[in-house]
């Protein structure tokens, strides 16, 4: 009978060791291979794994922190998986953590864009595969709700993966400074990474969607010129599919919701009335009260559209109880009067209904021009 605690990791052992706890049976499973309830793993000569061999994990019971350290071994033995924190929101703090201990090497603090747009995305992970010459890079988009994380990673689908990797380069090169500048221990890596990406011949480039309540991804998809590619589809649950939401009378609105619809609102009455001309981030497009189209209207006629003032002006990122068809009959007013014609009522609640899920998924250093450019094709297809 073997000891309960681990010897070396590529120790020649008898199989054994009945695996107890399910939840590490699923993951053990996927590094290494179950059979009979038994792990079944090789040990290593040299580096060269004898596939006949068994490893022993522990007879009796299991130890799941002790299984984490043995797969983990195991898998960075097969591959070298990094993490890169771009966006700094407190929001992703959790999960950054939680996918820190299954990657070999982290780190956060350097912008990163991507496109022309320049996009941000939240999160970067690369694996680099040693037994074959191929690497895959993961753009990573985090959101509270699986609907806005699929809207959000879904929008890098149509840009160039060889633009995505020279970015990533020079990404590259200004951590590789950082470590430098801060005598970081992790430049030698991150330059070994450098390399390692200039030489190898296949890279695939991907984008996923994630809540940051999970650390597994609701999609992941090939970009669009990388046609030979599979997807990997998310699950089907359909206890969790909802309908799409029309806002109808009194809605009460938490601040996150309130404050998306407002973003919502603005972005859509710029469209229609021709004021979708900026390069400016969201963050200062919106906040800017002096040229805001919509807050400048409002600001100018202070004795007019009482609940759309109250609501995009005074509201002062709290939650909100708002009667929508007022504030939809005050925005139909001011789209009536720039289209020179009667907007319909019906037309304009799914236009705003149907675009508030794409401008939930807006982050504050999203370009405005990317944001105009989607938002056009949702005012286009409703046809005001």
Known sequence: MCNSRFGHPWEEREAGGEVTDSTWRKRCGQELRIDGGRVLATSSQNGVFAPQQLYCVQCISINTQQLSEFVGSYWRFMSTAYLFRIDGAKDNDDFFAAMRTSVSHGY???????????????LVKVVVEKSSDRCSLTLIELEATESVALISCRKYLPENSTDILNAFSDYLDRVIRQCRSTA????????????????????????AGALRSSTCFVEELPLI????????????????????????????????????????????????????HSSATTRTWLGRARTQPL???????????????????????????????????????????????????????????????????????????????TARKHVGEEAI
């Open 108 to 122: 956060a603090g350097v912008d990163f864009r991507v496109g022309a747009a320049g996009w941000i995305p939240d």
């Open 184 to 207: 970081d221990p992790r430049e030698h890596e991150f330059f070994r990474l450098k390399s390692v990406l200039s030489q190898i011949e296949h890279v695939t480039v991907t984008t």
């Open 225 to 276: 010129d990388q046609p030979t590619l599979v997807a990997q589809p998310r699950p089907v649950r359909e206890e969790k599919a909802q309908p799409e939401r029309i806002f109808r009378g009194l809605l009460r609105l938490s601040a996150q919701e309130a404050n998306a619809l407002a973003r919502c609102v603005m972005i859509i009455d710029a469209i229609i009335r021709n004021r979708d």
């Open 295 to 373: 807050k400048v209207l409002l600001i100018e006629n202070c004795d007019i559209h009482p609940a759309l003032r109250a609501f995009v002006l005074e509201r002062q990122r709290r939650g909100a109880t708002l009667d929508f068809e007022i504030m939809l009959s005050e925005l139909i007013d001011i789209w009536s009067v720039a289209l020179e014609r009667s907007v319909d009522l019906e037309r304009s609640r799914n236009l705003v209904s149907g675009y508030y899920p794409v401008a939930s998924a807006i982050k504050a250093h999203d370009h405005m021009a990317a944001v105009f450019e």
